[in-house]
């Protein structure tokens, strides 16, 4: 059974191809207890795919755009985190993964703004705008809570432990 388990995995995985995994937020995570969860999460989703975190200054609704267009990759899915957005369960975002992969997307890029909110025109720009809750959730919490969720995503799409 576990043999047969595995080379289920192994085939499932085969099938998909690599997307990077870009988490672009406004801020930096300081407190050293949520910084060491936060690159735990960013170290596991490290064994899927390629993992990016890229903090940006703060400052004037333009400076940040202009610093977000800057780091966002180029041909990247945008994906703005809003408190208004999209609701979607775990096996929602690993099906938005699995998405991404069967169809050769290079990079999904999150966005988190900062104590402001994203740009409008950033978030205008994302082809999606997800809710990671209705409640409004600093942008470190934000970030530690989507790192978690990208981690249980691939878990899922791999059958894997973690996400029963």
Request: aromatic content about 4%; hydrophobic content about 40%; proline content about 3%.
């Amino acid at each position: 059974m576990d043999r047969r388990r595995a080379r289920r995995t192994q085939r499932s995985s085969e099938r998909l191809a690599c997307v990077k995994i870009a988490i672009i937020a406004v801020g930096k995570v300081k407190q050293l207890g949520l910084r060491a969860e936060l690159d735990d999460y960013l170290k596991r989703l490290s064994r899927y795919s390629s993992c990016s975190e890229i903090e940006l200054k703060d400052g004037s609704d333009s400076d940040v755009a202009a610093r977000f267009e800057k780091a966002i990759p180029e041909r990247a899915r945008r994906i703005a985190l809003e408190v208004a957005g999209k609701t979607i369960s775990s096996q929602g975002l690993a099906d938005l993964v699995a998405h991404a992969e069967q169809t050769a997307v290079p990079t999904l890029a999150f966005l988190i703004g900062g104590s402001y909110g994203l740009p409008k025109t950033i978030s205008a720009s994302a082809q999606l705008q997800l809710s990671l809750s209705a409640m409004t959730l600093p942008h470190r919490l934000a970030r530690l809570l989507l790192a978690e969720q990208l981690y249980r995503a691939y878990t899922i799409l791999r059958n894997e432990p973690y996400s029963h």
